[in-house]
Each structure stands twice: as C-alpha cells, then as structure tokens.
C-alpha cells in the first residue's frame, strides 16, 4: 500500500511538470469516513484525499451490476455532466435499472425489454405508462424529449402534476414551438413514437447506425468524437418566432390595446413624487434603484449559459432594468438601455431582453412574460419612441 501511495505522488509531480494529465484517481488515494447517502444501487461516502486533504463526496457502486448493455438508464438533462473539457458524461445510475446476470434469466428475457421502470415524468415512455415494461428503446423516447428541450427550453409533455403529463404522454400530445429546426423536429418525431419497435435507433428499425445517420447528426464524427474539443458555449436562445407579430393577437391583448399603450403617458408629476414617497416607505427594494420609479417588478429567472439564477427584476423610469440577488441582498447588474434594445415574448413564461451585445434570457414564474414585454415597451417608446 505505501509503494502504491508513494509511486502515485511521485509520478503526478513528474507528469505536472512534463505537461501530462495527472494519472487517474483510484480508491487507494482517498480515506473513506461515514456513510452520507444511499442510492438504489449505490452509497455515497464522505471521503478525504489524501495527497490535498480535500473532502469529496464519492458514490459508491457494485460494478458487477452494472452492465453497459443490460440496463436502462433514468436519461433527463439533470443527469447529464460536462466535464472540464465540455464533453458528456453521465450521472446518477441510482435510478437506473439493472438486470440479473444469469444464463437462465436471459433465456427468459423478451428481447428489447428490461420488465421494470424507473425515471422521471417528463421523460417516462409510454409503453411504461400502459404495460409497466420498460424497453431498451425508453432510453430513445427519453432522447427524443431531451433533444425537444434542448431546442425550445422546455420539456415536450408538461403539466401541472403528473398524472396530466402521463395522460399527454399515452396520447402523444405535444406542439413544435414556431421556428423549431426541421431537422431536428423529424429526429424527434421519429424518437417520440408511442410503439417502442418504431423508433429510430431501436433493434426493429436497423440499431444505432441509422440513428447516428440522420442528418441532425451529420457533422458528427462518431468515431473520434471523444477526442474532438466541442464547439465555444453560445448564449442559449429559443426558436424565435417566425412571425413575432402573434404575439400581440392573442386574447386579452392585441395590436390595439399596444397602441393605447405607447401612446398615453406614464404618469403625472405629482403622481410620480407620491409614489415615490410611498415606493421608499414601503418598497423593499427601493434602495438599488437610485431614487427612480419603479414601474414594474417582479421574480425572474435569469439564465446565462447553462445556468438559471433567480432574480428581482426592476423596471424603472430612466429607463433602468436593474436586476438583485433578492436572497442575498445585492445588486447584481443592469440591462443596458439604448434605441436597439427590444423585447420578446417567446410564450407565456420566456421574454427575451435584445441588446446590441446581448441577448438576456428571463423567465416568469408567474407566466406573465407578455406583461413584461408590454411594459418595457412601453418604456421604450416614452424614451425612444418618435415624439409626435
């Protein structure tokens, strides 16, 4: 064990300085303590390394259960990792499900069927949902979902609750959002097939070759697709509308009630100098907005690259859009405004904020994205707008 230990120290200090990657970790380079989770196959340990001193949280798993063929795994974006060279991986195969290992349990296994489920609602095939089989080919469905959400930002089948996301599922109910890519919606309509046998990529329908064929996939190098450096992380922006004008007509406000908009004033000047009165009486967050009005605030989810923070967004005369970590108490930045800067409504939830460096992705808890459309509109006219 102490040769090992040393032979490990002495050969990262050896490759650090010739520029090599440091050798993989192995058990032997941590000292494993208490038991701090338990998964259905899995435990995890808090453990130390021995070399840094450094606590890791480390799952545990019995390998000779884990067979790459023989298993289905809970496929959902939560699950998928990139590593620090930005390739996939993937994680959590505490829900997956494994299958017994004996000659005479495969004699008996119906090809293409694993006989149990595990997963996630938005994910779940339907063939789970009505015989309560899961094939190998759930995990394509669960590709097909994956590729939707990808694309649009949201999962295919939604719901408030889980019985009406599986109603949806059995009954193929989902929409392509206006400007979905072409490609990519034929690979997921050939993926979100109600019968298992029917979707690209299974046994019944050629295997893998076809799938990793279609033109969706065609600058891929599958072969060396390991070793390639993936392409720089692009700001994430949805299929936008092929006719943003829509999104005016739609009940409760259209082209009409706009123009009513854009065209009244704000406010009076009295109106303003009490409500700015009772704004700093009374308004928690009066204080990151300079002494301006607000106008319009409320709960956002503001994404940026893979990830999503949650913020207060504050609209303000000025015009300003302030955003604040509400949870910890700090202002975290401003939209910039200028005459380039235009909103867009992308559904109910997802508004869009275009600048001229940037494009700013926010998201309404509450589904009032065309609300917050309408007022920065507004805003921008007053600001910007011809003065008739």
């Known amino acids: 064990m102490t040769d ?26 941590f000292i494993f303590g208490k038991v701090i989770g338990e998964g259905s196959f899995s435990s995890v340990y808090l453990a130390k390394e021995v070399e840094s001193g450094i606590e890791y949280a480390i799952k545990v798993l019995e390998k000779r259960h884990i067979m790459r063929e023989r298993k289905t ?10 590593n620090d060279k930005m390739h996939i991986q993937i ?5 997956a499900k494994l299958l017994a290992n004996s000659k005479a349990d495969e004699e008996n296994q119906t090809p293409g069927r694993t006989n149990s489920f595990v997963g996630t609602a938005q994910y779940v095939s339907p063939e789970v949902l009505t015989s309560k089989k899961a094939y190998y080919s759930s995990d394509l469905w669960a590709l097909g979902c994956i590729v939707y959400q990808l694309l649009s930002g949201l999962p295919p089948f939604r719901g408030g609750h889980e019985y009406q996301i599986f109603q949806k599922i059995t009954k193929l109910e989902y929409e392509f959002p206006d400007g979905f890519n072409s490609t990519a919606r034929d690979l997921v309509e050939k993926l979100l097939v109600i019968n298992p046998e029917g979707r690209l990529g299974c046994e019944e329908m050629g295997g893998y070759e ?18 390639q450096k993936p392409p ?3 700001p994430f922006l949805p299929a936008t509308s092929s006719n943003p004008e829509n999104i005016w007509s739609r009940p409760g406000f259209d082209d009409a009630r706009l123009v009513e908009l854009i065209t009244q004033p704000l ?22 907005v300079e002494e301006n009005l607000i106008l319009k605030q409320g709960f956002v989810d503001k994404r940026k690259g893979l990830f999503a923070r949650k913020r207060m967004l504050l609209l303000t005369e000025g015009p300003h859009l302030y955003y604040v970590d509400a949870a910890n108490k700090v202002l975290k930045g401003q939209i910039p405004w200028s005459k380039e800067l235009r909103p867009e409504a992308k559904n109910f939830k997802t508004f869009f904020v275009h600048t001229p460096n940037r494009t700013y992705y926010l998201e309404d808890r509450n589904c009032r994205a065309e609300e917050w459309v309408a007022k920065i509109h507004e805003v921008w006219q007053q600001y910007f707008g011809e003065k008739k």
């Open 4 to 29: 090992i230990s040393s032979e490990n120290r002495s050969s990262t200090s050896e490759d650090s300085k010739s520029g090599a990657p440091p050798p993989k970790k192995t058990p032997n380079d």
């Open 73 to 82: 795994q809970d496929l959902k974006p939560e699950n998928i990792l990139l």
């Open 91 to 95: 994680t959590d195969f505490g829900s």
């Open 210 to 227: 076809p799938l990793k064929s279609h033109p969706f996939f065609v600058e891929i190098d599958w072969e060396h697709i390991h070793e």
């Open 232 to 234: 720089e992380l692009m």
């Open 267 to 288: 406010i009076t000047e009295d109106e303003r100098k009490q409500r700015l009165e009772d704004q700093a009486k009374s308004n928690d967050f009066h204080k990151y």
